[in-house]
Structures are given as C-alpha cells and as structure tokens.
C-alpha cells in the first residue's frame, strides 16, 4: 500500500472514531471542537500540503452537514481531493464532497474580515487566446500585492460561487487583475455577475486545463 492510499485512509479512519464528537459540539453552522478540526487539518497536510475542508449545510435544519475538500485553487492537487473524497466512507449525519459548487442565487455580497465586497463593485473580461481561456478581474485601484487586498479574496469567493470551484482550476489559464476604467462598457468590459453565462457559451470550445494566478 503507498504512502498516501495509507494517510487516506488513516484520515477516514479517525473521522469515523470521532464524527460524534464533532457533530455533538455543533452549533448553528460552527462547531466547538477546535482540537479535532485542528487534527483533521493536521492529516490532511500530510496527504496533500494544499488540502483544505470546511463545513456548509442544506437548508433546513434536519439536512445533513456537508464538508466540502478542496485544494485552495492548486490544480496540481485536484487528483488529491479526487481520491480522498473518493475513498470516503458512507457517515451517519455528514456528507461529504469534492470542491465548491456553483451558488444558487449568488451572493451579492460577502464579509472578508471587516470588509464588505459587494459583487456590484467587481468588472471582468473572458477571451480565449490561442486556445485557452484568459479572465481578467477591474476593480477601483487594483492591488499590486494581491495577498493583501480582502477584495481579492472576495473575488474568489465569488467566482466559486459563480463557476464552481472545479471548473474555476481546470478551464481558466490565467486571471489578472486591472484597473476598473471609468466607463467599463467602452472597453467591452462586463458585470461579474454576469460572468457565468459567458464562461458556459465559451467553455466548450477550450481543452480542460489548470488555472495561472497572476
């Protein structure tokens, strides 16, 4: 058995010993067992160091929890999320999933620390060039350090949210970031609201591939 089928499994095996205790501690949609998901995170490094998880919920409250993995946009560790949910074994009260979903409705907005990014403030472009597809993000004094802007992480939340985070990694080549001009429309520019029914008229016609951050 290789490294990884073993820490897999290793992982599953210590989610079942303790998926009541986890459950129990639930509150709304927070847990108080800080322990426990720091063990999880814990083992989940040593399968993947981009492995990442979180908790969501259907509507309703006798829905089950749902933990969604994910690899923080790294495509290089897509096949890592792939056969980590896919050696899942079947819980009592907790689903679990590959990546975030397209969000229906979108949000119009979202809380990133003390900030709030509204979805309205956000401009984009897609084109294919030579083949693949290239997203440009506008937004008003676009950072020059990405990793220090809330906005920039709100963008990604809401282009999860838009696309799904799987499509997100394996169809766009690159997303760069712009300034947002003072009349969008003349530059061709549109909504990112308006982002995914452009990506599903274009995505047929590039080959699924990974995602260039710049």
């Known amino acids: 058995m290789n490294t990884s089928r073993k820490q897999i499994q290793e992982f599953w095996q210590r989610l079942e010993n303790t998926i009541d205790q986890l459950l129990d501690s639930r509150e709304g949609d927070r847990f108080d067992a800080d322990s426990l998901l720091s063990q999880y995170r814990d ?51 907790i689903r679990f999933k590959a990546f975030n979903e397209r969000y229906d409705p979108v949000p119009g907005y979202v809380h990133v620390g003390d900030e709030l990014c509204e979805l ?5 472009a897609l084109r294919i060039v030579n083949g693949r597809l290239h997203l440009e993000i506008y937004l008003t004094d676009a950072p020059k350090m990405l990793d220090m802007d809330p906005r920039v992480e709100a963008v990604m939340i809401f282009l999860d949210a838009l696309l799904g985070e799987y ?27 308006s982002l995914r029914r452009a990506f599903d008229a274009l995505k ?3 080959r699924p591939i990974g995602i260039q951050l710049h």
């Open 43 to 93: 083992e989940l490094q040593k399968i993947d160091r981009n492995l990442t998880f979180h908790f969501e919920r259907d509507d309703g409250e006798e829905g089950p929890v749902e933990m969604v993995f994910g690899c923080d946009g790294y495509p290089e560790s897509i096949n890592s999320v792939l056969h980590l949910v896919g050696e899942a074994p079947q819980m009592s009260g």
């Open 120 to 124: 309205r403030d956000f401009w984009c």
């Open 167 to 193: 499509e997100l990694m394996t169809r766009i080549w690159a997303l760069d970031w712009y300034d947002l001009p003072d009349s969008p429309e003349d530059f061709g520019l549109i909504p990112l609201a």
């Open 204 to 206: 047929g016609d590039v």
